[in-house]
């Protein structure tokens, strides 16, 4: 879901396949180096290891570590072990949410200051960098000048997240799709689509309750671009319980669109043009999926989850078209989708 374009009734293994391995280096008593290596399908469709995270820590004191070099992008509550599907009860992190932004690491500096008030936890998470991730089909999206901060509370059972992040945006389309579509466009239509110089935003609120037994999340997030992308809002509530080793679970959760990527009745003649290229950006949709974890055995669970997803008007959702990205008709239906996985740490 969001990035694969699976064919015809194969069955593909590809969007949810991942392996990961991670080296940590202890070079002093206050010096670190972190290196994790992850192969997954990408936006390109290939399977090419890379870097997920290579940087170097260096503890200030007890309570405050300076990190230079790539790290997870704290956007989400869940950021940290997103890629890690064991630490999570579902398959995948609701695509709802944790589709509206896809940058997944940062080139760059962060602060993380943890302490404790009382009987709370308390980090501070402040950072600075860059990220870039290739465009489907062709092309390359870039945050530069990033900047942001995140804060988690955590007290007993419960943990609380906020995050709010602002950057420059450039999302270079080069596909052979595009740039047919595009030839017919004005220039100046062309800028709001395709380039740089935009300004984008992001931010998150997050709960996770987790006391052994009974386990609720929520999370909304929301995010902004002033060009080449849509704005939209998003949320999500689950809720599982534990008996023994399986813990049965049900999620349900929304994206909304905020803004179109363009306004097509300021385009007189463009107009249709403009909407099919909105309704294949827009991810608009709900879902609500109910599934069941068995951990079988020490650090590997079996996970099987189905998921009813429904796209909203002028939307293709989550899902991409095979053929034709820009094409009608998966907007307003109901996608039904079965997921099974096995998650192994080791």
């Given amino acids: 879901m969001g990035i694969d374009a699976p064919g015809g009734q194969r069955t593909d293994l590809g969007p949810d396949s991942v392996l990961g391995v991670q080296a940590d280096v202890r070079l002093s008593e206050r010096n670190a180096f972190v290196l994790q290596l992850v192969t997954r399908e990408t936006q390109r469709g290939d399977y090419d290891p890379r870097p997920a995270l290579a940087f170097l820590s260096h503890a200030l004191s007890p309570e405050l ?13 869940l950021s940290d072990t997103s890629d890690i599907n064991y630490n999570q009860v579902w398959v995948r992190p609701p695509v709802e949410v944790y589709g ?4 997944s690491d940062i080139d760059g500096i962060d602060l993380l200051y943890r302490t ?52 420059d945006l450039a999302v270079e389309r080069t596909s052979p799709g595009f740039v047919d579509f595009a030839s017919t466009l004005p220039q100046a239509l062309r800028a709001e689509l395709s380039g740089s110089g935009a300004s984008a935003s992001f931010s998150s609120l997050g709960m ?19 060009k080449f992308s849509n704005s939209a809002t998003a949320a999500y509530a689950s809720a599982g319980r534990r008996f023994g080793s399986v813990m049965p679970y049900l999620s349900v959760a929304r994206q909304w669109q905020d803004q179109p990527l363009v306004e097509a009745a300021e385009w007189p003649g ?14 608009a949709q709900k879902s609500f999926s109910v599934g069941m974890r068995w951990d079988f055995a020490p650090s590997a669970a079996l996970k099987a989850e189905f998921t009813q997803a429904r796209t909203s008007r002028n ?23 079965l997921s099974v996985s096995v998650d192994v740490v080791f």
């Fill in 65 to 77: 570590t300076l990190r230079a070099g790539r790290f997870r992008s704290p956007f989400f509550m």
């Fill in 100 to 103: 509206l932004n896809p940058f």
């Fill in 116 to 167: 404790h008030i009382g009987d709370m936890f308390v980090e501070l998470h402040p950072y600075f960098g860059r990220s870039r991730i290739p465009v489907i089909n062709g092309g390359q999206a870039r945050l530069s000048k990033l900047g942001g901060m995140t804060l988690t509370l955590e007290s007993g059972s419960l943990s609380l997240s906020a995050g709010y992040a602002k950057a």
């Fill in 208 to 226: 996770q309750w987790d006391d052994g037994v009974w386990r609720f999340s929520a999370e909304v997030a929301r995010n902004t671009a002033s």
């Fill in 270 to 283: 463009y107009e249709d043009r403009i909407k099919g290229f909105n309704r294949s950006r827009n991810q």
């Fill in 315 to 337: 939307a293709l959702g989550t899902f991409i078209a095979r053929e034709d990205p820009f094409a009608p008709g998966l907007d307003r239906r109901t996608i039904n989708l």
